[in-house]
């Protein structure tokens, strides 16, 4: 086989399962080495199992993406076994629990951030050294979401989370540009997961003591219509295949339901026109014509 993939070497986390799983399946169609980590080791063993009865040479691995060290045993175990690491997929992320800002767990942000934050930035930097010191280029890609192009309400843990994970991709776009790296942020909607089932691996490190813990009846409605909402999404299949044909042309914004460009396209207009209550102002409307500074 003979494209931009064959016979390269891709480390993806939260492989087990859902858009992960679908990741992995679609580019070792393409010819890829695929390097599977995730902290469900069940669902992990299943899953390499199904894509090497399809006849993938894949590799598994476990991986908690909160603990730098198993990202630093992965990528030594990917080089071990295919030679060289061309890309990450930052897929592993968890939905947390919406809720009312007065209500929120602190413990339940923490787990929020740290896989969705922290696991991103930590993907990215043991895979990066890795993909450089080859030369011959490769991907980074981070599954952000929607979510990370607005707001929702009750839902600030996991849409800022999802923000930051698009401003990391944004700034390590140009970063690693001169290194032949693309890098590239995947916002979908919804897609047909387990994602509302996230607290099933949820680690005890980020456990919620009894008394501090919300009323399950509070969250019940919003964990309703989050169930709701997954379940009415697209298969994780074509968001798969939307990825490679997006990877394919080298794409930045990853978006696989055209329908919601209402909703950044609502946003943008806001953002942008608070800049002429900006110009209007008596304060600072004079410096319009002022250099901008960036560094
Ligand atoms: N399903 C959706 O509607 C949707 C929409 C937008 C974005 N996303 C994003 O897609 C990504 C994949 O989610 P999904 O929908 O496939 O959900 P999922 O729950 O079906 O799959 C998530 C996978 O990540 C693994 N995982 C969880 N915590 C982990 C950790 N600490 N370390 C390693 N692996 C861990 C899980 O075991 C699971 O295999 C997430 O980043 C999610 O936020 C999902």
């Known amino acids: 086989m003979s494209n931009e993939f064959a016979g390269k070497t891709a480390i993806i986390s939260g492989a087990a399962g859902g858009i992960g799983f679908a990741l992995a399946e679609a580019l070792a169609k393409q010819g890829m080495n695929i390097v599977m980590g995730d902290i469900d080791n069940m669902a992990l063993t299943e899953s390499g199992g199904a894509l090497r009865e399809q006849g993938f040479d894949v590799l598994t691995c476990a991986l908690d993406v909160t603990d730098y060290s198993q990202w630093e045993d992965i990528v030594a175990s990917?080089?071990?076994?295919?030679?060289?690491?061309?890309?990450?997929?930052?897929?592993?992320?968890?939905?947390?629990?919406?809720?009312?800002?007065?209500?929120?767990?602190?413990?339940?942000?923490?787990?929020?951030?740290?896989?969705?934050?922290?696991?991103?930035?930590?993907?990215?930097?043991?895979?990066?050294?890795?993909?450089?010191?080859?030369?011959?280029?490769?991907?980074?890609?981070?599954?952000?979401?929607?979510?990370?192009?607005?707001?929702?309400?009750?839902?600030?843990?996991?849409?800022?989370?999802?923000?930051?994970?698009?401003?990391?991709?944004?700034?390590?776009?140009?970063?690693?540009?001169?290194?032949?790296?693309?890098?590239?942020?995947?916002?979908?909607?919804?897609?047909?997961?387990?994602?509302?089932?996230?607290?099933?691996?949820?680690?005890?490190?980020?456990?919620?003591?009894?008394?501090?813990?919300?009323?399950?009846?509070?969250?019940?409605?919003?964990?309703?219509?989050a169930t709701k909402a997954v379940e009415s999404g697209i298969p994780a299949t074509m968001l798969a295949e939307r990825v490679v044909e997006a990877l394919q042309s080298e794409q930045t914004y990853i978006y696989t339901h055209p329908n919601y460009r209402k909703v950044t396209s609502g946003r943008f207009k806001a953002i942008d026109s608070a800049f002429e209550d900006a110009e209007q102002s008596a304060v600072v409307g004079h410096l319009i014509n002022d250099e901008i500074v960036t560094f």
């Open 78 to 225: 990917a080089k071990e076994k295919f030679g060289k690491v061309h890309m990450v997929v930052n897929n592993a992320g968890v939905g947390g629990s919406p809720g009312k800002v007065e209500d929120a767990e602190h413990e339940t942000w923490r787990w929020v951030m740290d896989v969705n934050v922290m696991g991103v930035l930590y993907g990215a930097q043991a895979c990066v050294p890795a993909i450089k010191e080859h030369g011959e280029g490769g991907w980074v890609l981070n599954v952000a979401s929607m979510a990370g192009m607005m707001g929702m309400p009750y839902a600030g843990a996991y849409c800022a989370s999802k923000a930051a994970v698009v401003s990391m991709t944004e700034s390590w776009m140009a970063e690693l540009k001169p290194f032949g790296i693309h890098t590239s942020v995947l916002c979908p909607a919804f897609v047909k997961t387990r994602i509302h089932e996230s607290y099933r691996n949820r680690q005890q490190k980020y456990a919620v003591a009894a008394e501090k813990r919300i009323d399950k009846e509070k969250l019940k409605a919003g964990a309703q219509a």
